[in-house]
Nanobody
Framework: QVQLVESGGGLVQPGGSLRLSCAAS????????MGWYRQAPGKQRDLVAL???????NYADSVKGRFTISRDNAKNTVFLQMNSLKPEDTAVYYC?????????????WGQGTQVTVSS
């Protein structure tokens, strides 16, 4: 089982930046794909960004050029750097890991961290 703990959310003004972190338990982090999803009130949970074990990345069109996903395998942590934030980025952001042994993502989920973009 993989346990995920997000941090770094908060209130930021439009145009500002935030960096989310997701710390994972276990010794297999380096071989897992990781990702970030978000869910705004009344909406479905949508993919924001993915990163493979090899470091390849994929982004939702709405965040391309503004968000960057990265990982530090030595610290079992994945990051989401969010720049040029917009009010429509307001959501609960969830970290997810690949389901070990299956190659599918999402698998395990963190508890989520709130990001609010407002003046």
């Amino acid at each position: 089982q993989v346990q995920l703990v997000e941090s770094g959310g908060g209130l930021v003004q439009p145009g500002g930046s935030l960096r989310l972190s997701c710390a994972a338990s276990g010794s297999i982090f380096s071989i897992l794909a990781m990702g970030w999803y978000r869910q705004a009130p009344g909406k479905q949970r949508d993919l924001v960004a993915l990163i493979t074990s090899g470091g390849s990345t994929n982004y939702a069109d709405s965040v391309k050029g503004r968000f960057t996903i990265s990982r530090d395998n030595a610290k079992n942590t994945v990051f989401l750097q969010m720049n040029s934030l917009k009010p429509e980025d307001t959501a609960v952001y969830y970290c997810t890991s690949e389901q070990p042994g299956t190659g599918t993502i999402p698998g395990y989920w963190g508890q989520g961290t709130q990001v609010t973009v407002s003046s």
